[in-house]
């Protein structure tokens, strides 16, 4: 959806490097999510937030750090890049009266 | 807690074939269904949903009914196309919405001509 970018698009890292992923939305909608997407693990939620400076941990949120300073923004950073963090990266914003979520294109993420 | 049950795939279809996709839940209160479909190298997008029982969502030439007696939102098309080839979640939301959705874990559907 044009309403949501993510930035950058293909990122190759080493491991031990930090390493952020910028999720911008272009409208205001409260809630914000960041998922990681593997084969044969389906989408694995790693952290959410409900609003600025609010945010809780998804299933997976060990090794990375979010925050919310702005509503329209929602980076995601990986401390200290892992290989097991090799993957692809949605961020989503949630919108509508009935709780749908809308994903950005994604971030395929490679750590060597 | 809740959560979602999708049929394993991959599944192969000829063009023109009829399409099942089966999607169970299990839910307390009443959820909002959903389908999304993700094509290759995309996000995922919203196919349909459907809000309370017997709703019946559609669209693209799919369609899923909210069945609250047997807790499934089947996913279903008359004659698929190679373009409908990519993967399928199905997804609820609590009826609070104050947690996210909850995502089965994708079935990946390949049309053949």
């Known amino acids: 959806d044009a309403g949501i970018t993510q930035s950058p698009r293909y990122k190759i890292t080493e491991t031990g490097r930090q390493v952020t992923l910028m999720c911008h939305q272009t409208?205001?909608?409260?809630?914000m999510f960041w998922y990681r997407q593997d084969l044969g693990h389906g989408l694995r939620l790693i952290y959410y937030?409900?609003?600025?400076?609010?945010?809780d941990k998804g299933e997976v949120s060990d090794g990375y750090v979010v925050s919310r300073s702005k509503t329209e923004n929602f980076p995601l950073t990986l401390e200290s890049a892992t290989r097991s963090q090799t993957s692809v990266y949605f961020c989503a914003i949630r919108g509508g009266s009935t709780y749908e979520q809308y994903f950005g294109p994604g971030t395929r993420l490679t750590v060597t | 807690g809740n959560s979602v049950t999708q049929m394993e795939g991959p599944v192969t279809l000829s063009e023109e074939a009829f399409l099942t996709i089966n999607c169970t839940y299990t839910a307390t209160g009443y959820p909002s269904l959903f389908w999304y479909v993700q094509y290759p190298g995309e996000g995922l997008q919203l196919l349909l949903k459907a809000t309370k029982a017997d709703d019946k969502g559609s669209n693209k030439g799919f369609e899923a009914t909210y069945r609250k007696e047997t807790t499934s939102f089947h996913l279903e098309k008359g004659s698929v196309q190679v373009s409908d080839s990519a993967v399928y979640f199905c997804a609820l939301s609590e009826s609070s919405g104050n947690t996210p959705l909850v995502f089965g874990k994708g079935t990946r559907l390949s049309v053949i001509a």
């Open positions: 937030s409900a609003a600025a400076d609010i945010t």
């Open positions: 409208w205001s909608h409260s809630y």
